[in-house]
């Protein structure tokens, strides 16, 4: 018990539990570690040290009284600051937010709740979370606790930053483009982006919902089982959120991974660069001593598909800021400005083209593409890991063509809103980075299950600078 980062928030809840350690000191801990890594990489908005203290002063107690409940109970964690918090306003990365506090908690801040979890700090994000490198003109970029001099990819970074330095195990973030897997990818970690639909996005901040969701980073898999177990299902706020079973994720992490056949698309992985094709063969190496077995797969021609995924996007995202780019065009730092502005000039029936697409390519994807696989796999960035200097494009010319290398392997995703579980390639010392297993719709416990067996191969580590 002597190194509490190191603890995945399941271990950590029991030792709660079990009174090896108190929630008191725990929330401590994790706030001055988190203190120390906003010094290193500006991953904090806003530090609610004392309100975390109080709960879990609470917490305390109720384990003393035996009335202590939930499967986090008295974890200290922090999320990404695009969520409703009753009595709070969001941040949202911008200079434009809501106008008053939200009157009620969004739903997956509410499931963490009642799940006993608490909440130090909202984090850092990409304005709007707009972005994909962690590059934010009005609150100054996020560092990368590997290299401060490299990007932690965005729009999640605040929270991919904090957990690869161990400051918290575990938190929320959204991804509409990439938004979880190339934070986790540039900071080592892991992260869970599930079909769309399978959590509520009710109270958080929309930027394309045809695209958005909500999931989570952390360092262990079975944080990511435990976490979605708890914020998954239907939700009447959230239409949208699909109302089959939730799976016991975490009661399936071992499930047997031998014989799943991983499939590798060799035209699209040979785009990216040859140090990060070795990447995905170093991953293969490692899934293949599991088990798993290689077998080619096709995706849909990858270029359309990430036309398609623009067409909605750009104006999904344009019609969101509509009113405040009329009314406050100079609140806007100059990269989410340029892509705003980009969004009204893409005309209605491209973008309903693009919708009605969506379940047809979807379609022949499972059809064709996973039609001899059970998952396949991508990297998540096209090169290896690019310093915030090579990406800092501001809104000039140069920023659709650097954004779209960037989310290369992960906007595609989007569209067809397949789940993604993002894993840390074995790092031998180097800087980190990552690859993407894509799975059939709501086939996230074989996900988890394939990542829990690869972390006994490549552990978790602590982020510290190189």
């Known amino acids: 018990m002597t190194d509490l980062a190191q603890l995945s928030a399941r271990a950590l809840a029991r030792a709660i539990r079990d009174k090896k350690v108190s929630s008191v000191e725990a929330t401590q801990e994790a706030i001055d570690r988190l203190r120390a890594c906003h010094e290193l990489t500006n991953c904090i908005i806003t530090l609610e040290a004392d309100d975390a203290l109080a709960a879990a002063r609470s917490v305390d107690a109720a384990i003393a009284a035996g009335t202590a409940a939930g499967p986090l109970a ?28 939200a009157a009620a908690d969004a739903t997956v801040i509410a499931r963490c709740r009642s799940a006993g979890a608490l909440q130090i700090a909202a984090l850092h994000l990409t304005e709007f979370a707009y972005g994909p490198t962690g590059h934010n003109y009005v609150l100054g970029h996020a560092r990368n606790p590997w290299d401060p001099t490299r990007i932690t990819g965005g729009s999640s970074g605040g929270t991919a930053a904090a957990v690869a330095y161990g400051a918290i195990p575990a938190g929320l973030g959204s991804d509409t483009g990439g938004s979880l897997r190339l934070p986790a990818a540039c900071c080592g ?57 939730v799976p016991d994720y975490v009661a399936r992490l071992e499930e047997p991974v031998r014989g ?3 499939g590798v698309d060799a035209k699209v992985v040979g785009e990216a660069h040859p140090d990060v094709q ?25 270029q359309t598909l990430d ?17 405040y780019l009329r009314a406050r065009p100079d609140d806007y730092g100059p990269q989410v400005r340029s892509r705003v502005e980009v969004g009204h000039f893409i005309p209605a029936v491209d973008h309903l083209t693009a919708l009605r697409a969506r379940g047809t390519y979807l379609q022949r994807t499972l059809d064709d593409t996973f039609k001899s696989i059970d998952i396949a796999i991508l990297p998540n960035l096209a090169d290896p ?29 989007n569209y067809l809103g397949l789940p993604t579980l993002t894993l840390p390639i074995p790092r031998r010392g180097g800087l980190p980075n990552g690859i993407q297993l894509i799975g059939q719709p709501f086939a996230e416990a074989q996900l988890l299950a394939i990542g829990q067996a690869y972390q006994r191969e490549v552990p978790p ?3 510290r600078p190189l």
Not at 195 to 210: C, E, K, N, V, Y
Not at 284 to 299: D, H, K, T
Not at 389 to 413: C, F, N, S
């Open 189 to 245: 970690v892991t992260s869970i982006k599930p079909t769309w639909g399978r959590i509520s996005r009710a109270g958080a901040m929309p930027l394309s919902p045809q695209l958005d969701t909500v999931g989570f980073i952390a360092r262990h898999v079975e944080d990511l089982a435990l976490m979605l177990g708890i914020a998954a299902g239907p939700d009447p706020r959230d239409p949208s959120a699909a109302a089959l079973p």
């Open 74 to 101: 008295g974890v200290p964690l922090a999320h990404k600051d695009m969520f409703d918090r009753k009595g709070k306003i969001a941040s949202w990365g911008a200079k434009i937010r809501a106008d008053k506090p």
């Open 278 to 302: 070795r990447m995905i063969e170093d991953v293969l190496a490692v899934l293949g001593r599991l088990g798993l077995e290689r077998s080619p797969c096709a995706f849909p021609d990858w």
């Open 307 to 323: 036309h398609l995924v623009q067409l909605v996007q750009l104006p999904d995202a344009s019609a969101a800021h509509g009113a």
């Open 461 to 463: 580590e602590i982020a």
């Open 385 to 413: 890991l690019p310093t915030i200097a090579e990406l800092d494009v501001g809104g000039g010319p140069k920023v659709q063509a650097a954004m779209g290398r960037v989310v290369k392997y992960t906007r595609p995703i």
């Open 260 to 262: 799943l056949r991983v």
